[in-house]
């Protein structure tokens, strides 16, 4: 097994067993036809659950979001055929003002992108993984150990040194929410962040700790954001446990109802139908990563492939619990 960090790709020995009572809440999706939106207003859970999506391909309408999209340096725009920021951010409904949970922001990869776009009315708020989840990776450092006791502190200080002005910033741990936060949030986004939770779940439930504090910073109405490499339904739950890279969308979607949230809305705007994973295969083995593999003709087959295929879904915390 490999697990992961979304800044670096390292190789650890497995440790803990996916909790699969979650699992076996939802049901598999299939393959249905591509439609504006589906949410809970329009079609029944059944037909949720299946592959009704949105086909949020279109141009983007936010002039300001284009051209903050339009100025990042050209690494990151080569990515945006894979990521489709413009399109995600739109379908979470992300407005100037608003105050934004990223989760695991370290990379600054969609902070970069918010921090103007949420704008001097706006706040970000990084929210990192227990500390005392790390040391279960075990590659990190103790100098890196060291550095994350005091991330909620120093990352706040490193966005406010960029060009430019942006939005308010503070941090906080999973598992650790401050009082001060509760019902502060407008959105909270999951993205590509859930896979190493989930994979530890075993050893100190920070999958589900990370959805509650999800629900408890949110305001009434809120909304979570999730793009996740999504492996297939057909896989087994201790494959699709996270520590490959991928989770199977029912689990996610059970995941956070179970925690109260309401499944609002799925798109397929970051889906990849080339990437098809066998119970041999990891996430890494894929773009940016490319873990590099013997064989000459499957590592032509995993670049051909490109990036992973991600869910993703929109949750809405209820206005009245």
């Excluded at 945006?80 to 409904?93: M, V």
Aim: with cysteine; glycine share 8%.
């Amino acid at each position: 097994m490999r697990y992961s960090d979304p800044v670096y790709s390292r190789r650890l020995f497995p440790l803990g067993l996916f909790f699969s009572s979650v699992c076996a809440l939802s049901a598999c999706g299939g393959e249905g036809a591509s439609n504006p939106e589906v949410s809970v207003a329009d079609a029944a859970p059944s037909e949720l659950r299946s592959s009704a999506k949105l086909d949020a391909r279109d141009p983007v309408v936010d002039d300001s979001l284009a051209e903050i999209l339009g100025g990042q340096p050209d690494g990151v725009r080569a990515r945006y055929a894979a990521r489709h920021p413009a399109q995600t951010l739109e379908f979470f409904k992300l407005q100037p003002g608003m105050t934004v949970v990223e989760a695991l922001p370290e990379g600054g990869w969609y902070t970069r992108i918010l921090h103007p776009y949420l704008g001097v009315q706006g706040t970000i708020i990084g929210a990192d993984y227990s500390l005392e989840m790390y040391p279960l990776f075990e590659f990190y450092s103790a100098e890196e150990l060291a550095a994350k006791a005091v991330w909620s502190q120093t990352w706040p200080q490193e966005v406010a040194q960029w060009p430019g002005q942006g939005a308010d910033t503070t941090a906080f741990h999973f598992g650790s929410l401050p009082a001060e936060l509760h019902g502060s949030a407008d959105r909270v986004l999951f993205i590509r962040a859930l896979h190493n939770l989930a994979s530890f779940e075993s050893s100190g439930g920070y999958f589900s700790a990370a959805i509650a504090d999800s629900y408890q910073i949110l305001k009434p109405g809120g909304l979570v954001g999730v793009v996740q490499h999504m492996g297939p339904e057909s896989n087994s739950d201790t494959w699709a446990d996270g520590s490959n890279g991928y989770l199977k969308k029912s689990m996610v979607i059970a995941a956070f109802e179970t925690a109260g949230f309401e499944f609002d809305a799925q798109s397929d705007v970051n889906e990849n139908p080339k990437d098809e994973p066998t119970e041999e295969e990891y996430v890494w083995r894929l773009s940016p990563t490319l873990e590099p593999v013997e064989d000459g003709v499957l590592a032509a087959k995993y670049v051909a492939i490109g990036e992973s295929s991600r869910m993703t879904l929109r949750f809405r915390k209820p206005t009245e619990s």
